[in-house]
Nanobody, 123 residues
Framework: EVQLQASGGGLVQAGWSLRASCTVSGVTRDDYTIGWFRQAPGKEREAVSCVSSSGAITYYEDPGKGRFTISRDNAKNTVYLQMNSLKPEDTAIYYC????????????????WGQGTQVTVSS
């Protein structure tokens, strides 16, 4: 059974940094992409960033572009999202998802999802 465990969220002040982690288990193949998504109260889930299976291809959506960095350590089956210069509007539950393909950029219901980690940024 494929499982994703997101962690690393927390409560920080605006301008601070956090690093979220997504650990994947139960995957029997290595050609899966990992994406980070977030969902704020009352809003739809939106894509943040994704990384290809090798880590060579990354993509950033506008909200985190220039401030967030995604990376993966396949030896540890873990993908990281380094979030710098956090803003109050970054407050959301951050989810990671796994799927086949180059880069997962839509919150597909057919993907494997983790339970999410809460990020709260105070002003």
């Amino acid at each position: 059974e494929v499982q994703l465990q997101a962690s690393g969220g927390g409560l920080v002040q605006a301008g601070w940094s956090l690093r979220a982690s997504c650990t994947v288990s139960g995957v029997t193949r290595d050609d899966y992409t990992i994406g980070w998504f977030r969902q704020a109260p009352g809003k739809e889930r939106e894509a943040v960033s994704c990384v290809s299976s090798s880590g060579a291809i990354t993509y950033y959506e506008d909200p985190g572009k220039g401030r967030f960095t995604i990376s993966r350590d396949n030896a540890k089956n873990t993908v990281y999202l380094q979030m710098n210069s956090l803003k109050p509007e970054d407050t959301a539950i951050y989810y990671c998802a796994a799927d086949l393909g180059v880069c997962i950029r839509r919150p597909l219901p057919t993907a494997y999802w983790g339970q999410g980690t809460q990020v709260t940024v105070s002003s």
